[in-house]
């Protein structure tokens, strides 16, 4: 189909043609995950395959076009500042929205499913683009769009507590990974809405997540050496534990954990902030840069 024929069916809600085989139109829609023209890519061949997922249209064809999709994971995997950014995201996105159909409507094997997820962590803790908007090309937000993928891997019922536990230290592993620069378009949000629908699993006892909440503000209290000038990871490890407070707090449908939680993420904000959270209060600027200790 040429792009004329694509946004046609984008105007008429995603039909699926009845002149071509799914097979031709998957293939093509799939190609189109990765091309560098934000139309076609975001607003054609993204939200047509997640409506026909969505629609059933896969529902026999899913553990094939499921692995299919997975291929794009690994396409240019370690690039950064390449259009190969777009495939990836685009098959993270397109393989959660077949997790999410299994879970609806039982259709998938637990083990493929948990395989896909091994992929998506995978992907999530080796990608190296981490632009947000790119200039001629549109969004690309590969941290924001994996954690939305893994979010929805966590509310698999195939995945049980030892499975939601490897998903909270792969959380943990990416908001603390090594960074040249701090996160800007809400990536923080979007990795604390995949926390909480782990956590409202209730499968993860509250003592493992208080730890791991413990050794991530731990990382925030870095400071680049001999420059006074705060760690991006610091900062960004800081924006984390705001995010995750703020969801846990007004976020409806919370865990179990969320009382004794909510209280162990003010504690770290305290030591992340003494001269405006800590016990004395504010009592006139800051001595020392935030982030340190």
């Known amino acids: 189909m040429l792009p004329a024929d694509w946004r046609r069916l984008r105007a008429a809600d995603y039909p699926v043609p009845a002149d071509a085989p799914l097979s031709d139109l998957t293939a093509d829609l799939t190609e189109l995950l990765g091309h560098p023209d934000p139309e076609l890519r975001a607003d054609v061949a993204l939200p047509a395959l997640q409506a026909w997922i969505r629609r059933g249209v896969y529902d026999d064809l899913l553990v094939g076009l499921g692995d299919g999709i ?3 994971l690994t396409k240019g995997l370690g690039e950064s500042g390449t259009d190969s950014v777009f495939r990836r995201v685009g098959s993270a996105t397109v393989l959660a929205a ?7 409507r039982p259709l998938l094997p637990g083990g493929k499913v948990l395989d896909w997820a091994d992929r998506i962590a995978t992907w ?3 990608e190296r683009d981490l632009r947000g908007h790119v200039p001629g090309r ?4 590969s941290l924001c769009h994996g954690a939305d993928a893994i979010g929805v891997v966590a509310a698999s019922p195939h995945c049980g507590r030892a499975e939601l536990s490897v998903l909270l230290e792969v959380i943990g592993e990416r908001v603390t990974a090594p960074t040249a620069a701090a996160w800007s378009t809400d990536e923080a949000d979007h990795l604390a809405a995949a926390t909480l629908r782990l956590l409202r699993r209730d499968l993860v006892p509250l003592d493992q ?3 791991w909440v413990a050794t991530i503000g731990d990382r925030a209290f870095g400071i680049t050496a001999g420059t006074g000038t705060p760690d991006p990871v ?6 984390f534990i705001r995010a995750l407070y703020l969801h846990l707090a007004l976020a409806p449908r919370q865990p179990v954990v969320r009382p004794d939680l909510l209280l162990t993420l003010v504690a770290v904000l305290r030591e992340l902030h ?6 004395a209060g ?3 600027p800051a001595a020392s840069p935030s982030y340190t200790r």
């Not at 077949?98 to 609806?104: E, I, K, Q, S, T």
């Not at 003494?274 to 016990?279: A, D, E, K, N, R």
Request: proline content about 3%; aromatic content about 12%.
């Open 70 to 72: 997975a291929t794009g």
């Open 98 to 104: 077949c997790v999410a159909r299994d879970a609806r």
């Open 124 to 126: 999530f803790l080796s």
């Open 138 to 141: 549109g969004w690309a937000q």
């Open 209 to 211: 997540v208080e730890m």
């Open 234 to 239: 610091a900062a960004n490890v800081d924006a």
């Open 274 to 279: 003494p001269s405006f959270l800590g016990t």
């Open 282 to 284: 504010f009592d006139g």
